[in-house]
């Protein structure tokens, strides 16, 4: 069973930075590809960036790249998600994941991925 729990939201300036954290339990963090994922009040879950399990290489959404940057502690089993330069339209709760495969790169469908946090919120206010 893996758990993942999201922290490092909060509420920001339209210009400003945060610094998303995702802790996973479990052993298998290290050969799994984490992707982080948005929800906007009514719209779809949308991808934001993934990292493959070495974290060798790195995808972005088009509406982040630029201003955000994944990156993993593979002994720390901790994912992040650098977010600057935020805009308004980057308010959604935040969820981390894990990709169902081992030793990928990881997807940008949510279909891909088996274990969710419980989202953490960020607002970015005008």
């Known amino acids: 069973q893996v758990q993942l729990v999201e922290s490092g939201g909060g509420l920001v300036q339209a210009g400003g930075s945060l610094r998303l954290s995702c802790a996973a339990s479990g052993r298998t963090f290290s050969k799994h590809a984490m992707g982080w994922f948005r929800r906007a009040p009514g719209k779809e879950r949308e991808f934001v960036a993934r990292i493959s399990w070495s974290g060798e290489s790195t995808y972005y959404s088009d509406s982040v790249k630029g201003r955000a940057t994944i990156s993993r502690d593979n002994a720390k089993s901790t994912v992040y998600l650098q977010m600057n330069s935020l805009k308004p339209e980057d308010t959604a709760v935040y969820y981390c994941?894990?990709?169902?495969?081992?030793?990928?790169?990881?997807?940008?469908?949510?279909?891909?991925?088996?274990?969710w946090g419980q989202g953490t919120q960020v607002t970015v206010s005008s």
């Open positions: 994941a894990k990709n169902s495969l081992a030793f990928t790169s990881g997807s940008s469908v949510p279909t891909g991925y088996d274990y």
